[in-house]
């Protein structure tokens, strides 16, 4: 299994942590992670499962960070200043790896008309790059350097063995899973279709706010359509999170075979609390270095929050996720009753203090865990029909949807007005995780799919 962020209970690769729970107990699974994270270190329970687990050194993690700060100046100039002469090419896939830094809020200059130039050059320099010269996605490239720095980790300690399966997660990792399929021949790859990416950045363009911004995503998308197609043609199976992106896997990729796993939650460790707190509080999680995350945030902010504090106005509001931090702690000195919980260890203690959980996104793929978790918590929703997609709930039962800022507060005016309806949506909401969406039957659904596909694959070797 190759995956860009380290697997556990909650965060960005929950799926795989339970995906790989459940065919640890039938295979003999190898990981390897390109990303680390302090604050969410993979538990030591879940690689006692494992045959071997394989992680970029932390020594070696920090030097590519801190080569992308050093040398940064330097690639800008290169950048800027000679594109298109003999190793162009490489010198804007350094460019799109500092686009993908740039788009996460980590702009490099000091701000102002300075930032603002660099940005449009740089984004339209790739965006003409990523067109004309067949560059990679920005979601592909920022994994490249990690992935070059673990490969001759991954030859050294897997020398000699034989795979039956490389499993990746997320489309675009397919270069680096054929560079493993040609160090390990006889395999066959699986791809875990966390999004539909190019489905994803085709929203994030019709919601950015600048031209340059939507022509970026644009054009990521387009990039994005062109290896996910190939990804999924050259996949063994595909599992994907719900049934319409089933539908956008199948359209792009007619031959792909396709199985419909849906996120889901651990029931058990998700459970429902009496609530801490007497005073009306919203809260909202996610990571934060995931744009449509960062828009929702903003969305709700800006259009609707100050909608539901004129009928409720001493409604706090918590912004709780990975980085939260970074992006949104300068809003506390402008926004009264917001609290900003960065990288917690358990999610838990902020579910139970929430009154109600808001998930305004404007864009996404598959299917949101968020919901999940706070429905498993026993919390009143109110969501965008986007951030809900994927999810077999019945409106106004299981939880609230509505897509205009006038809806959305009045949605969470009454929830927080009305207790009685909010108890029984939360306790429909409960029932219904139980039955569809815990991950151990998930998990055992994952581990039927695999084995089908053992056999076959050994036949073809």
Same mark, same amino acid.
């Given at each position: 299994? !190759?995956?860009?962020?380290?697997?556990?209970?909650?965060?960005?690769?929950?799926?795989?942590?339970?995906?790989?729970?459940?065919?640890?107990?039938?295979?003999?699974? @190898?990981?390897?992670?390109?990303?680390?994270?302090?604050?969410?270190?993979?538990?030591?329970?879940?690689?006692?499962?494992?045959?071997?687990?394989?992680?970029?050194?932390?020594?070696?993690?920090?030097?590519?960070?801190?080569?992308?700060?050093?040398?940064?100046?330097?690639?800008?100039?290169?950048?800027?200043?000679?594109?298109?002469?003999?190793?162009?090419? =490489?010198?804007? @896939?350094?460019?799109?790896? @500092?686009?993908?830094?740039?788009? $996460?809020?980590?702009?490099?200059?000091?701000?102002?008309?300075?930032?603002?130039?660099?940005?449009?050059?740089?984004?339209?320099?790739?965006?003409?790059?990523?067109?004309?010269?067949?560059?990679?996605?920005?979601?592909?490239?920022?994994?490249? !350097?990690?992935?070059?720095?673990?490969?001759?980790?991954?030859?050294?300690?897997?020398?000699?063995?034989?795979? =039956?399966?490389?499993?990746? /997660?997320?489309?675009?990792?397919?270069?680096?899973?054929?560079?493993?399929?040609?160090?390990?021949?006889?395999?066959?790859?699986?791809?875990?279709?966390?999004?539909?990416?190019?489905?994803? @950045?085709?929203?994030?363009?019709?919601?950015?706010?600048?031209?340059?911004?939507?022509?970026?995503?644009?054009?990521?998308? $387009?990039?994005?359509?062109?290896?996910?197609?190939?990804?999924?043609?050259?996949?063994?199976?595909?599992?994907?999170?719900?049934? /319409?992106? =089933?539908?956008?896997?199948?359209?792009?990729?007619?031959?792909?075979?396709?199985? &419909?796993?849906?996120?889901?939650?651990?029931?058990?460790?998700?459970?429902?609390?009496?609530?801490?707190?007497?005073?009306?509080?919203?809260?909202?999680?996610?990571?934060?270095?995931?744009?449509?995350?960062?828009?929702?945030?903003?969305?709700?902010?800006?259009?609707?929050?100050?909608?539901?504090?004129?009928?409720?106005? =001493?409604?706090?509001?918590?912004?709780?996720?990975?980085?939260?931090?970074?992006?949104?702690?300068?809003?506390?000195?402008?926004?009264?009753?917001?609290?900003?919980?960065?990288? &917690?260890?358990?999610?838990?203690?902020?579910?139970?203090?929430?009154?109600?959980?808001?998930?305004?996104?404007?864009?996404?793929?598959?299917?949101?865990?968020?919901?999940?978790?706070?429905?498993?918590?026993?919390?009143?929703?109110?969501?965008?029909?986007?951030?809900?997609?994927?999810?077999?709930?019945?409106?106004?039962?299981?939880?609230?949807?509505?897509?205009?800022? /006038?809806?959305?507060?009045?949605?969470?005016?009454?929830? !927080? !007005?009305?207790?009685?309806?909010?108890?029984?949506?939360?306790?429909?909401?409960?029932?219904?995780?139980?039955?569809?969406?815990?991950?151990?039957?998930?998990?055992?659904?994952?581990?039927?799919?695999?084995?089908?596909?053992?056999?076959?694959?050994?036949?073809?070797?």
């Amino acid at each position: 299994m !190759l995956s860009p962020d380290p697997p556990g209970p909650y965060g960005a690769a929950v799926r795989l942590y339970h995906f790989a729970q459940a065919l640890a107990a039938e295979a003999e699974l @190898h990981l390897v992670v390109l990303d680390q994270s302090e604050f969410h270190p993979v538990p030591a329970e879940f690689r006692s499962r494992l045959a071997s687990f394989l992680e970029l050194p932390r020594d070696t993690t920090q030097q590519v960070r801190s080569e992308t700060a050093l040398g940064k100046i330097l690639k800008v100039a290169a950048v800027v200043g000679l594109p298109w002469r003999k190793g162009g090419r =490489d010198l804007l @896939h350094s460019a799109l790896f @500092h686009a993908c830094r740039l788009n $996460d809020g980590k702009v490099i200059g000091s701000g102002g008309i300075a930032r603002s130039l660099y940005a449009r050059c740089l984004l339209t320099e790739v965006a003409l790059g990523t067109r004309w010269l067949g560059l990679q996605p920005a979601r592909s490239v920022e994994r490249a !350097l990690a992935f070059e720095r673990m490969l001759p980790l991954i030859l050294q300690r897997y020398s000699g063995m034989r795979f =039956d399966v490389l499993w990746f /997660e997320n489309s675009y990792l397919l270069r680096e899973a054929r560079q493993l399929q040609a160090a390990f021949p006889g395999s066959v790859l699986m791809c875990n279709a966390n999004n539909v990416e190019y489905s994803l @950045h085709e929203r994030l363009a019709g919601i950015a706010v600048t031209g340059v911004m939507q022509r970026w995503f644009r054009t990521q998308a $387009d990039a994005l359509r062109r290896l996910e197609r190939q990804a999924y043609a050259q996949s063994r199976i595909t599992f994907a999170c719900s049934t /319409e992106d =089933d539908r956008l896997i199948r359209e792009l990729a007619p031959g792909a075979t396709t199985v &419909v796993i849906s996120n889901g939650v651990d029931v058990e460790f998700f459970q429902p609390r009496k609530r801490l707190r007497s005073e009306p509080r919203l809260l909202f999680t996610g990571t934060m270095g995931y744009e449509p995350n960062r828009d929702a945030v903003e969305y709700f902010l800006q259009d609707i929050l100050p909608l539901i504090r004129k009928q409720v106005p =001493d409604c706090q509001f918590c912004i709780a996720g990975r980085s939260a931090r970074d992006y949104f702690g300068a809003r506390t000195a402008t926004v009264s009753g917001l609290e900003i919980a960065s990288d &917690v260890p358990d999610m838990r203690p902020y579910y139970e203090q929430a009154s109600v959980v808001v998930v305004p996104l404007r864009a996404g793929s598959g299917v949101r865990t968020k919901i999940l978790e706070a429905m498993a918590m026993g919390r009143a929703i109110v969501s965008t029909t986007v951030g809900a997609e994927g999810i077999e709930l019945q409106r106004d039962h299981h939880a609230c949807l509505a897509d205009g800022p /006038e809806e959305f507060a009045t949605q969470v005016v009454s929830l !927080l !007005l009305n207790p009685d309806r909010t108890r029984k949506m939360e306790l429909a909401a409960r029932e219904l995780v139980c039955a569809k969406y815990d991950w151990k039957s998930l998990g055992n659904r994952a581990l039927a799919t695999f084995q089908a596909s053992l056999e076959p694959a050994r036949d073809q070797n």
